[in-house]
């Protein structure tokens, strides 16, 4: 063999795999923001959220969740992530015309995929956090409307993108015990703005995410991580205290969350402008919101 055409054939296979080598990060990046188109199949019926609403009935008040019979759902729950696939906003906007119809969707779509990777894990699943690097929100992508949605896409690319409203926050399922809690029906166009409202009112009175303790408020992490979102929802002149958004979903009482901080109790820790107070963010309690006791792992 001559010795040029042997360099040639050389640079030529280098340079293939140099560009293989590039395509790859690019292909991963445009996987993970959910850039990546899917195939639309046709509907066998319109858009609803009656199959889902069935699974959400192993949803208990204290915020666990019977995963074990959600399981027993499979085919229920399966039949409305393949419904996904057909009708999102994007693809149908004829079908959801509203804002509320939009966020609803988004919602409910982000919450029951959730519902979905955690049901394969189970019972073997323990945290979200199991898989490397936080992959759980990453890894996989599900057809939705044309496109091939991460949680990481849905939540950052198209809820925080598109919805300028931060207690959806307070509405995504994370499935752990720390985050917030899935509430035990779809959320409702028309019932959407009180729905997100409970939702953040049952964050904020949980003890484990706000914590009053003399001058000291201890606060979820979450709240942190968002920060930014929170408090460009507050009127001008308050946008520099995210206490200022906590304090406006506190309980006036503990009657039904006992425990919790009050408004009033933030008020004398931290004076009538919210500034007296040391922060500090707590890691989430990142455990599966379980309602099945657990033996502990040997």
């Known amino acids: 063999m001559d010795a040029p055409s042997s360099t040639r054939r050389r640079y030529r296979l280098i340079a293939a795999l140099l560009a293989v ?9 445009l996987h993970v ?21 069935k699974v959400l009935r192993h949803v208990r008040s204290d915020g666990n969740v019977d995963f074990a019979s959600v399981g027993r759902e ?4 399966d039949a409305f992530v393949q ?24 919602l409910n779509a982000y919450n029951a995929l959730v519902l979905q990777q955690v049901v394969d894990g189970y019972p073997y699943l323990e945290s ?16 939705v409307g044309g496109e091939r949605l991460t949680l990481w896409a849905l939540r950052h690319r198209v809820l925080r993108t598109e919805f300028a409203d931060p207690r959806i926050h307070f509405a995504l399922f994370e499935a752990a015990r ?60 308050r946008r520099g205290n995210v206490l200022q ?9 503990c009657e039904e969350r006992p425990g919790c901080a009050t408004r009033s109790d933030l008020d004398r820790a931290c004076g ?9 963010f707590t890691e989430e309690d990142w455990t599966l919101p379980d309602a099945a006791a657990r033996k502990p792992r040997p």
């Open 272 to 280: 009538p402008r919210l500034d007296r107070c040391t922060l500090v």
């Open 21 to 29: 080598a590039a395509l790859v990060p690019a292909a991963a990046l």
């Open 33 to 53: 923001r959910g850039m990546l188109p899917a195939t639309v199949p046709s509907a066998s019926e319109p858009f609803h959220y009656h199959g889902y609403a």
């Open 245 to 253: 958004f906590v304090w406006a979903f506190l309980p006036d009482t």
């Open 74 to 77: 499979r085919q229920t729950l």
């Open 83 to 106: 419904s996904l696939a057909s009708f999102s906003p994007h693809n149908r906007p004829d079908v959801f015309t509203s804002p509320e119809e939009q966020l609803a969707y988004w």
């Open 178 to 237: 720390g985050g917030a809690r899935l509430d035990g029906a779809p959320y409702q166009p028309e019932f959407l703005d009180a729905q997100l409202n409970e939702a953040s009112r049952r964050f904020m009175g949980d003890a484990r995410n706000v914590e009053v303790d003399g001058s000291t408020v201890r606060l979820s992490r979450l709240l942190e991580t968002y920060r930014e979102d929170f408090l460009a929802a507050l009127p001008e002149g």
């Open 128 to 143: 979200v956090q199991q898989p490397w690097l936080g992959r759980f929100f990453w890894g996989r992508a599900w057809p």
